[in-house]
């Protein structure tokens, strides 16, 4: 058997290819949408990809089906429970598929959403011990999936909880301990408020370890797995109801169009968004003014999907030869109006020096001082629910960086304005869009509510 893990950080996403090595036959689980990388491994293994497999119908990203199946002739895997509106396998609950020696079988595990699945995988067909499962949003390392999410339209929340705790347990947790688990999400994802670091783990780890599995009880489970779940990014019904759908396949190689600053702001004038890739620190010494930054380093299309609406037009700015990648990875959650991106931004701040603002980014120290000489400093906390519980600066409100746009009437554009998450980088983000929505006087903090800890543990 061929096992590849594809892991996209900036998504915290996990893909896989499982291949048998007897008859180079193939299938892709859970696909971001730019799927080259596929298609290359299958090339260089000398494998057929018959299969495209989807675990459920994904929030958090436009998966590649649809281009992988155009790309190889692969046939569309969802559980019998699903609908989605393009031509499909079917399989239901129990149901195994052979690539040769290398078994797959289909549990139906319903909880993150009513068609989820997991796929159990026996690297022989004579094994009765499962070399691993894939277990998509169902069950992760040291979490399971949400049941909150809007993509469940027409269950409630404990409905599914209730779902997720009879998949675990009848269906996942009979396992033999030495089942290897693969999730489809690791640390940073919205899909769940728990999850390891860890890339796999193994049926008996998950047992002894996994808050939600050791629940004392079904309603303790619901309990746990309800509260304090973060907010979830404004994209994730866009992308939900979208994976159902077909739609316009994307070209991975195709550049964006070039943009002069005249056709830029005429872009602008209309009501597109300039988006800002670099870096915070690099954007803070000189940016455009309408430019909103969501830096490339970071997670560019988690936080471009929190503050961009999916129905905007999108200007690009990214330092020389980024503009394709800026491009695509906009395209992994399905944004893909990019009308272009600005050409040679730098001459162009140099020719435009009236049109270029630099963005205030305070010390801690000088945080402590402002919020000791300014009284009517509107301080606010862009970080999740639960990062502010654990301590939050002075008065601060707190107004997670994904709610921003929906909420900035909430804050006063006359106000002084200090913007402030846990290291920066989500701070950047909310300041800018504050400046964007006419805010007149907005600082961010430098290392965010870390560096402002630090420095007063330490005074």
Not at 173 to 182: A, G, H, I, Q, S
Request: net charge negative.
């Amino acid at each position: 058997m061929k096992f590849n893990q594809y892991y996209l950080e900036c998504l915290s996403h996990a893909s896989y290819l499982i291949g048998d090595e007897t008859t180079g036959r193939a299938v892709v689980v859970d696909p971001q949408r730019d799927v080259s990388e596929y298609l290359a491994d299958a090339r260089e293994l000398g494998m057929t990809i018959e299969l495209v497999i989807e675990t459920h119908f994904h929030a958090d990203f436009l998966s590649g089906h649809l281009e992988l199946a155009e790309a190889t002739g692969a046939k569309i895997v969802y559980s019998a429970v699903a609908q989605p509106e393009f031509d499909h396998l079917a399989v239901g609950d129990g149901e195994r598929y052979s690539l040769g020696d290398v078994q797959l079988e289909f549990l139906h595990t319903p909880g993150h959403t009513p068609e989820s699945m997991s796929i159990v995988i026996y690297e022989h067909a004579g094994d009765t011990v499962p070399y691993g499962v894939l277990t998509g949003d169902t069950l992760f390392i040291g979490d399971v999936g949400r049941p909150d999410l809007l993509a469940s339209i027409g269950f409630t929340r404990d409905e599914l909880a209730d779902k997720l705790y009879e998949s675990l347990h009848n269906k996942l947790m009979p396992l033999p301990d030495t089942t290897k688990v693969y999730p489809a999400h690791g640390a940073g994802s919205a899909c769940g408020k728990n999850l390891s670091t860890d890339l796999w783990s193994t049926m008996g780890e998950q047992r002894m370890t996994n808050y939600a599995l050791r629940a004392s009880s079904k309603e303790r489970f619901v309990e746990l797995v309800t509260e304090g779940q973060p907010p979830a990014p404004g994209y994730f019904v866009y992308n939900a109801i979208l994976n159902r759908q077909g739609r316009e396949l994307l070209d991975e190689t195709e550049m964006p169009a070039p943009m002069s600053y005249e056709e830029v702001r005429a872009a602008l004038a209309g009501g597109a968004i300039l988006v800002d890739g670099r870096d915070p620190e690099e954007f803070a010494l000189g940016h455009l003014k309408a430019a909103v930054n969501i830096g490339l380093e970071g997670r560019y299309a988690e936080f471009a999907g929190s503050v961009v609406k999916p129905e905007d037009d999108i200007v690009l700015i990214t330092d020389p030869e980024r503009e394709l990648e800026g491009k695509n990875r906009l395209a992994r959650i399905g944004f893909d109006r990019v009308i272009g991106y600005l050409k040679d931004p730098y001459a162009v701040m140099f020719e435009h020096q009236r049109d270029v603002e630099v963005a205030s980014r305070l010390t801690a120290v000088a945080l402590d001082e402002r919020i000791a000489d300014v009284p009517e400093l509107q301080l606010v906390d862009v970080r999740n629910p639960g990062e502010a519980a654990a301590g939050m600066i002075g008065n601060a409100v707190n107004i997670p960086v994904g709610q921003l746009p929906d909420r900035v009437g909430e804050l006063d554009p006359r106000k002084p304005t200090v913007v402030y998450c846990a290291g920066g980088y989500r701070s950047s983000v909310a300041a800018s869009l504050l400046r964007q929505r006419g805010f007149g006087d907005v600082s961010d903090v430098l290392g965010g509510y870390n560096a402002w800890e630090e420095a007063t543990q330490n005074a």
